[in-house]
RNA sequence: GGGGGUGUAGCUCAGUUGGUUAGAGCGAUCGCCUGUCACGCGAUAGGUCGAGGGUUCGAGUCCCUUCACUCCCGCCA
């Protein structure tokens, strides 16, 4: 028997009473009865309650254990009488009666509970990190990732993909995100830099013949964090397929995608084939690349309403002539609706950096009419025309905003799901999936209007590749998409453009000559005219898959060891200094800082 | 880089219109308690009210600056 344990914290049943145990684990709890002293033994299996009185010698050293204390008990099992048993856990009609104990890892006064439900500063948390994951939700959210990324794993071993490592220090790529960067030492003044996924890898793994790749891939990009998206590093399930096209793709993410949520929640599935959007339509529909199907409400586009003659609200006209756009949310049976439930959607939409938010509500006396402030400026065929667009009904409400496009999708979508949310129309219990395909290849940067890559610079273009209007950039589309949860961009992906000289041509139309894509990307140019076959991949975040799956809204509640929102691991103290003889051999000098 | 929120005991928080000695629960320490499972009861210790400056007879409270954490925008092929 091993010196530690005999069984673990959540073993003994009532078949085992009267064995002689040994159990080692941590104290949970303690409720001293001054002659009778219980103690919650806890383990990462469970808990078992533990009971000492004051005849045994150990009785006072054990009441004194500091919670936390790593102990390891004696004892024998014995059963509970029906008054006394705990049907919280699953040991509950047993219970240990401790013989002897003995410390095996002291502890000191502890800087936050761990036997606690409440709710603590992330400051503290990230520090004591070791002691936070000791608790019981996040101890299970950490179980949860490590149980589902062995069941994608096994589940794509089942589709015949096959798991292989690719580098961690490469190169810097001049698309996307910020990199981090590692100064090479033998190579004085050339630094490496950390993947922002594996990319280029991945490809050249399809070039190499592999045929079909996973990976569960660590990526680094140093960009700002938020809720769903950590400071640093994540992990995707980086996939890659030969010889295939988009449906190919879909088809495989979806059975991975139900089964591992069918198989970790509890929460249906609201689609069971994934609808395909279009970029545009989503943009157009919802507002984002990124819509929460579960909302049920849409977007329309009503300019036209505004061009009409017997429509007077002038500050919307105006607009329009100048090449606004107007849009509208329209909320199913709102006229009881409190006035103070209109107002606070304008005044929220104010705070929103918005001009506000108009609206009224169709009704019917006579004649169809519009009630609100701004309802006076329709006339009643205009209502009836705008009825007509939008699907309203007497009853409806609408509410509306006027501005160029892109603040104009902001706007609406951010109204949308605040709309939803105020009049409770989310069905928290479910999980909506859906493509967006469709993504434009280039976009135009706002401020230095310059075409630039709108995803991916090594998607395949859409139609027939003899045919394509180079000149005309912007409309070209690609074989590029993104996979939606709920709201959440799970993962994008594209069909790969394998064909070198279509590469230049794309890279040329974003401003990189050859000789820049040959030196920027020169393993993968220079594998693609070797013979590289027709490819293309997703790569789902599995830290947002997770995150879903455990019911999480922040991405470090199913991370064990996260840095901060400054990027700071406030436990091991990264980022840290280093010492000068680490920087000379680095060939690097600190500017000082003012 | 910008905007919002928070910062008071080891932890979670309360603190009125600016007014005497800044409170509670948990935790810690000590005492009482033989059936609890958030055990109960009593006592004690524990505070640079994030920091700095200002207004005031008087600041946890008002003003300014600043720092930390967090949420959002920008950013994230």
Same mark, same amino acid.
């Given at each position: 028997?091993?010196?530690?344990?005999?069984?673990?914290?959540?073993? !003994?049943?009532?078949?085992?009473?009267?064995?002689?145990?040994?159990?080692?684990?941590?104290?949970?709890?303690?409720?001293?009865?001054?002659?009778?002293?219980?103690?919650?033994?806890?383990?990462?299996?469970?808990?078992?309650?533990?009971?000492?009185?004051?005849?045994?010698?150990?009785?006072?050293?054990?009441?004194?254990?500091?919670?936390?204390?790593?102990?390891?008990?004696?004892?024998?099992?014995?059963?509970? $009488?029906?008054?006394?048993?705990?049907?919280?856990?699953?040991?509950?009609?047993?219970?240990?009666?401790?013989?002897?104990?003995?410390?095996?890892?002291?502890?000191?006064?502890?800087?936050?509970?761990?036997?606690?439900?409440?709710?603590?500063?992330?400051?503290?948390?990230?520090?004591?990190?070791?002691?936070?994951?000791?608790?019981?939700?996040?101890?299970?959210?950490?179980?949860?990732? $490590?149980?589902?990324?062995?069941?994608?794993?096994?589940?794509?071993?089942?589709?015949?993909?096959?798991?292989?490592?690719?580098?961690?220090?490469?190169?810097?790529?001049?698309?996307?995100?910020?990199?981090?960067?590692?100064?090479?030492?033998?190579?004085?003044?050339?630094?490496?830099?950390?993947?922002?996924?594996?990319?280029?890898?991945?490809?050249?793994?399809?070039?190499?013949?592999?045929?079909?790749?996973?990976?569960?891939?660590?990526?680094?990009?140093?960009?700002?964090?938020?809720?769903?998206?950590?400071?640093?590093?994540?992990?995707?399930?980086? !996939?890659?397929?030969?010889?295939?096209?988009?449906?190919?793709?879909?088809?495989?993410?979806?059975?991975?995608?139900?089964? #591992?949520?069918?198989?970790?929640?509890?929460?249906?599935?609201?689609?069971?084939?994934?609808?395909?959007? $279009?970029?545009?339509?989503?943009?157009?529909?919802?507002?984002?690349?990124?819509?929460?199907?579960?909302?049920?409400?849409?977007?329309?586009?009503? #300019?036209?309403?505004?061009?009409?003659?017997?429509?007077?609200?002038?500050?919307?006209?105006?607009?329009?002539?100048?090449?606004?756009?107007?849009?509208?949310?329209?909320?199913?049976?709102?006229?009881?609706?409190?006035?103070?439930?209109?107002?606070?959607?304008?005044?929220?939409?104010?705070?929103?950096?918005?001009?506000?938010?108009?609206?009224?509500?169709?009704?019917?006396?006579?004649?169809?009419?519009?009630?609100?402030?701004?309802?006076?400026?329709? $006339?009643?065929?205009?209502?009836?025309? !705008?009825?007509?667009?939008?699907?309203?009904?007497?009853?409806?409400?609408?509410?509306?905003?006027?501005?160029?496009?892109?603040?104009?999708?902001?706007?609406?979508?951010? &109204?949308?799901?605040?709309?939803?949310?105020?009049?409770?129309?989310?069905?928290?219990?479910?999980? &909506?999936?859906?493509?967006?395909?469709?993504?434009?290849?280039?976009?135009?940067?706002?401020?230095?209007?310059?075409?630039?890559?709108?995803?991916?610079?090594?998607?395949?273009?859409?139609?027939?590749?003899?045919?394509?209007?180079?000149?005309?950039?912007?409309?070209?589309?690609?074989?590029?998409?993104?996979?939606?949860?709920?709201?959440?961009?799970?993962?994008?992906?594209?069909?790969?453009?394998?064909?070198?000289?279509?590469?230049?041509?794309?890279?040329?139309?974003?401003?990189?000559?050859?000789?820049?894509?040959?030196?920027?990307?020169?393993?993968?140019?220079?594998?693609?005219?070797?013979? &590289?076959?027709?490819?293309?991949?997703?790569?789902?975040?599995?830290?947002?898959?997770?995150?879903?799956?455990?019911?999480?809204?922040?991405?470090?509640?199913?991370?064990?060891?996260?840095?901060?929102?400054? &990027?700071?691991?406030?436990?091991?103290?990264?980022?840290?200094?280093?010492?000068?003889?680490?920087?000379?051999?680095?060939?690097?000098?600190?500017?000082?800082?003012?």
């Amino acid at each position: 028997m091993n010196k530690y344990r005999s069984h673990n914290c959540n073993q !003994l049943r009532k078949k085992n009473v009267g064995d002689k145990v040994i159990l080692s684990g941590w104290i949970n709890k303690k409720r001293d009865h001054g002659n009778l002293l219980f103690i919650d033994l806890r383990d990462n299996y469970g808990i078992t309650q533990c009971i000492i009185d004051k005849e045994n010698s150990n009785f006072s050293s054990l009441e004194k254990m500091q919670l936390e204390t790593v102990i390891k008990i004696e004892g024998k099992v014995v059963d509970r $009488s029906s008054e006394t048993i705990n049907k919280e856990i699953d040991t509950g009609e047993i219970e240990v009666t401790i013989n002897k104990f003995e410390v095996l890892g002291a502890c000191k006064e502890l800087p936050m509970p761990v036997f606690s439900e409440q709710e603590y500063a992330e400051e503290i948390r990230l520090k004591y990190r070791f002691l936070d994951l000791r608790r019981k939700k996040i101890h299970e959210n950490i179980i949860l990732r $490590s149980k589902v990324i062995s069941f994608i794993r096994n589940e794509m071993n089942n589709l015949g993909f096959l798991e292989y490592q690719t580098p961690i220090l490469t190169s810097s790529s001049p698309e996307g995100a910020r990199d981090f960067l590692v100064p090479s030492r033998l190579n004085p003044g050339k630094f490496y830099a950390l993947p922002q996924a594996p990319q280029q890898f991945k490809q050249l793994i399809m070039v190499s013949g592999f045929d079909k790749y996973f990976q569960i891939a660590p990526c680094f990009r140093d960009e700002d964090a938020r809720a769903d998206r950590s400071p640093g590093e994540f992990y995707q399930l980086d !996939l890659e397929m030969s010889f295939v096209e988009q449906e190919d793709v879909f088809k495989v993410v979806e059975i991975l995608l139900t089964n #591992t949520f069918k198989k970790f929640s509890k929460k249906k599935l609201m689609f069971d084939k994934f609808p395909k959007i $279009s970029y545009s339509d989503a943009l157009l529909k919802y507002g984002s690349d990124k819509p929460d199907l579960r909302n049920p409400l849409i977007i329309r586009d009503i #300019t036209e309403i505004f061009e009409r003659k017997d429509v007077s609200f002038e500050i919307f006209k105006k607009l329009v002539k100048s090449g606004s756009r107007v849009r509208c949310i329209v909320t199913k049976n709102t006229k009881n609706k409190p006035r103070s439930f209109f107002d606070g959607i304008d005044k929220w939409a104010k705070d929103q950096g918005a001009s506000g938010m108009a609206y009224f509500t169709f009704e019917k006396d006579n004649e169809i009419a519009a009630k609100g402030p701004v309802g006076k400026f329709f $006339s009643e065929d205009s209502l009836k025309e !705008l009825m007509k667009k939008t699907g309203a009904e007497v009853g409806d409400s609408i509410f509306f905003a006027c501005n160029k496009v892109k603040e104009l999708e902001k706007i609406t979508a951010s &109204a949308r799901d605040k709309i939803a949310s105020e009049l409770d129309l989310i069905d928290d219990n479910s999980f &909506a999936f859906c493509w967006i395909v469709d993504y434009p290849m280039f976009e135009e940067n706002q401020i230095s209007k310059k075409i630039e890559f709108s995803h991916n610079p090594f998607s395949m273009p859409q139609g027939d590749l003899k045919k394509i209007d180079f000149k005309d950039p912007l409309n070209i589309l690609a074989y590029q998409y993104d996979i939606v949860c709920n709201g959440i961009e799970l993962s994008s992906g594209a069909i790969r453009n394998h064909i070198p000289e279509l590469m230049y041509e794309l890279f040329s139309i974003a401003g990189y000559d050859k000789s820049q894509v040959d030196s920027k990307f020169s393993g993968m140019i220079n594998a693609l005219s070797y013979g &590289a076959p027709p490819h293309g991949g997703i790569a789902p975040g599995i830290d947002r898959i997770v995150m879903l799956l455990a019911n999480e809204k922040n991405i470090r509640e199913v991370t064990m060891f996260p840095m901060n929102q400054n &990027a700071q691991d406030l436990m091991m103290n990264a980022p840290s200094e280093i010492n000068d003889n680490q920087l000379k051999e680095l060939n690097l000098t600190i500017k000082s800082k003012k």
